[in-house]
């Protein structure tokens, strides 16, 4: 089982973040096009989770990925990462963020991916909030260590049910790779970049499960600027020093004028699904069941 997921709240991030550069929003929009394109042809149906404000802001996005038939999941409604909010803003934050899509799309809100992973093991109220606001499938779980989350005492990478308190979600993990008997994250953002084709293949080969995941702007192929400290700052909530912008800088870069050939070359040689289609064809009663 190959999932396809896109995270998707570039339109709205320029804006608030740049006060919206046209020539971003013809890129962002190309590379949808090229997307949605490339998904027709060879007939796959994917995830995009949106933030609840790209509905807002813009809803011609939102409606043209909805209108060829792929999934609408929730990721967020402003992209602010889960575990710098308290339980109430974030029980705000995700309402309003399902009202939005559905309200736009007319259709149920089922499956959601948190910001940059940022749910763990001390903000795993989250999950009770999900499934209070209609949510049945979670992609938020990374479980391993990451810059800005990441839940490594999670101990599955394959679809689980996860319990917490009196709910029940289906979970579809991010699945690190085995090599060299090392867990490699390799399917999507940064590592999708970096990992050669020839090994994504081998790995894909290999696996049972993989969950792929992108944003727009992983398939961006020119390199960014720097970000100023006030934009680090404010989109990060992490101090701006130098050395951190351009960590940053370099792990957003690496590689990405590569990532749109190699998806390419994934899509047409495998077969994918989205995380609907996944949950619905999957006996859950033999998955791994996970008590928070
Ligand atoms: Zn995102």
Same mark, same amino acid.
């Given at each position: 089982m190959k999932i396809l997921t896109f995270d998707t709240e570039e339109w709205y991030i320029e804006k608030s973040l740049n006060g919206g550069r046209k020539e971003r929003y013809c890129q962002y929009d190309e590379l949808l096009e090229w997307i949605l394109h490339t998904l027709e042809k060879n007939d796959i149906k994917a995830t995009f989770f949106c933030v609840g404000q790209l509905a807002v802001e813009f809803p011609e996005v939102v409606r043209k990925i909805a209108d060829k038939g792929h999934e609408i999941g929730s990721h967020s409604n402003r992209h602010l990462w889960v575990n710098k909010m308290i339980r109430r803003e974030f029980e705000e934050d995700t309402y309003i963020a399902i009202q939005e899509i559905e309200n736009l799309i007319g259709q149920k809100v089922k499956s959601f991916r948190a910001p940059a992973f940022s749910i763990g093991k001390d903000n795993d109220w989250a999950f009770e909030v999900l499934a209070e606001n209609g949510i049945k499938y979670d992609c938020s779980v990374f479980p391993a260590n990451r810059d800005f989350g990441g839940f490594p005492q999670f101990t599955s990478s394959v679809p689980s049910l996860l319990k917490k308190g009196d709910y029940t979600l289906n979970e579809f993990p991010i699945c690190p790779a085995t090599l060299l008997g090392k867990n490699v994250p390799f399917s999507g953002g940064g590592y999708f970049r970096l990992v050669p084709l020839w090994l994504q293949k081998k790995f894909v080969n290999n696996m049972n499960y993989v969950m792929f995941y992108f944003h727009i702007n992983d398939l961006v192929d020119q390199n960014s600027k720097l970000m100023t400290r006030r934009e680090f700052e404010e989109y990060y909530k992490e101090p701006g020093t130098l050395k951190n912008r351009i960590t940053r800088y370099v792990k957003t870069n690496i590689? %990405?004028?590569g990532a749109l050939n190699k998806l390419d070359t994934l899509l047409g040689n495998y077969s994918f699904c989205n995380v609907q289609q996944a949950a619905e064809s999957?006996?859950?009663? %033999?998955q791994p069941l996970i008590e928070l």
């Amino acid at each position: 089982m190959k999932i396809l997921t896109f995270d998707t709240e570039e339109w709205y991030i320029e804006k608030s973040l740049n006060g919206g550069r046209k020539e971003r929003y013809c890129q962002y929009d190309e590379l949808l096009e090229w997307i949605l394109h490339t998904l027709e042809k060879n007939d796959i149906k994917a995830t995009f989770f949106c933030v609840g404000q790209l509905a807002v802001e813009f809803p011609e996005v939102v409606r043209k990925i909805a209108d060829k038939g792929h999934e609408i999941g929730s990721h967020s409604n402003r992209h602010l990462w889960v575990n710098k909010m308290i339980r109430r803003e974030f029980e705000e934050d995700t309402y309003i963020a399902i009202q939005e899509i559905e309200n736009l799309i007319g259709q149920k809100v089922k499956s959601f991916r948190a910001p940059a992973f940022s749910i763990g093991k001390d903000n795993d109220w989250a999950f009770e909030v999900l499934a209070e606001n209609g949510i049945k499938y979670d992609c938020s779980v990374f479980p391993a260590n990451r810059d800005f989350g990441g839940f490594p005492q999670f101990t599955s990478s394959v679809p689980s049910l996860l319990k917490k308190g009196d709910y029940t979600l289906n979970e579809f993990p991010i699945c690190p790779a085995t090599l060299l008997g090392k867990n490699v994250p390799f399917s999507g953002g940064g590592y999708f970049r970096l990992v050669p084709l020839w090994l994504q293949k081998k790995f894909v080969n290999n696996m049972n499960y993989v969950m792929f995941y992108f944003h727009i702007n992983d398939l961006v192929d020119q390199n960014s600027k720097l970000m100023t400290r006030r934009e680090f700052e404010e989109y990060y909530k992490e101090p701006g020093t130098l050395k951190n912008r351009i960590t940053r800088y370099v792990k957003t870069n690496i590689g %990405k004028g590569g990532a749109l050939n190699k998806l390419d070359t994934l899509l047409g040689n495998y077969s994918f699904c989205n995380v609907q289609q996944a949950a619905e064809s999957i006996d859950w009663s %033999k998955q791994p069941l996970i008590e928070l």
